[in-house]
């Protein structure tokens, strides 16, 4: 694991929230799906929380940061926004966010994008998240993670 920089995107998210003393980690073997980023860091799988994109029916992107044990009810998160959704391809995951599958960090985006937080995620001490890229990782309290995307309660949406 090696200290590292991240995006220029997500370092200048970083400092507009106050988060000027988050640390990147970087981990050769990668931090692609949960699974291997529980493994890189060596915490609990629940502890990771992972970035998923969907699109709307009107063409909307929508960032679910889940809980990385659990998956997502598609049906309950339509119910939540009245749209029915659809998993974003990785192109649109790259327009719509300007990171690649894997490294989509919970905010820092190209462009807006509404988000959802997991209500379980938000129970943890410790979230990790992804920085920039399938290889780096950042901490972050669910206090900071609620005042940095300005969502205050997650939402049931595990399957």
Known sequence: MDKVSPPQCLQSAFERHA?????VFAF???????????AAIGCDISDIGKSLLFVT????PVLIIMNGADTVDEARVAGL????IRKATAQEVRDMTGYAIGGVPP????????TLLDEKL???KTIW???????????ITP???RKATGIETGVDIAA
């Open 28 to 38: 050769p073997e990668g931090t692609h799906t949960a699974a291997d980023a529980a």
């Open 57 to 60: 029916e009107p063409g909307r």
């Open 143 to 145: 206090d900071d993670l």
């Open 107 to 114: 905010f820092g985006h190209a462009n807006p994008v509404e």
């Open 122 to 124: 938000l129970k943890k």
């Open 19 to 23: 988060l000027t003393d988050t640390q």
């Open 129 to 139: 998240l992804a920085a920039g890229t399938p290889k780096t990782v950042f901490s």
């Open 81 to 84: 926004i009245g749209f029915s």
